[in-house]
Nanobody, 124 residues
């Protein structure tokens, strides 16, 4: 089992920044990759970014490229999402997810474990 706990969400003005954290515990040695997804009200869960646990591969959704940066600190078993130049369209609940094997990194069905989510609200 792997447990994921997100933190760092909040209210920020358009153009501002936030850094989300995802702390993993349990059988972290079994993790292949971690990702951030987001879900706005009445919307499907949307892929944001993925990083392999080894840090060898990183992917971003087109909507966040150049603004968001994913990173990880394996010593702390923590994955981060630095979000800059935020706009109202980034408002959503952000979820951290972990997968145990290689797969379609942008498909939420590929992920085995999920955090509880953290709310990000960008005011315009």
């Amino acid at each position: 089992q792997v447990q994921l706990v997100e933190s760092g969400g909040g209210l920020v003005q358009a153009g501002g920044s936030l850094r989300l954290s995802c702390a993993a515990s349990g059988r972290t040695s079994s993790i292949y990759g971690t990702a951030w997804f987001r879900q706005a009200p009445d919307q499907d869960r949307e892929f944001v970014s993925h990083i392999t646990w080894a840090g060898t591969r990183i992917y971003y959704a087109d909507s966040v490229k150049g603004r968001f940066t994913i990173s990880r600190d394996n010593a702390k078993n923590t994955v981060y999402l630095q979000m800059n130049s935020l706009n109202a369209e980034d408002t959503a609940v952000y979820y951290c997810a972990a997968s145990l094997r290689f797969g379609r990194f942008n498909d939420p069905r590929e992920y085995n474990y999920w955090g509880q989510g953290t709310q990000v609200t960008v005011s315009s």
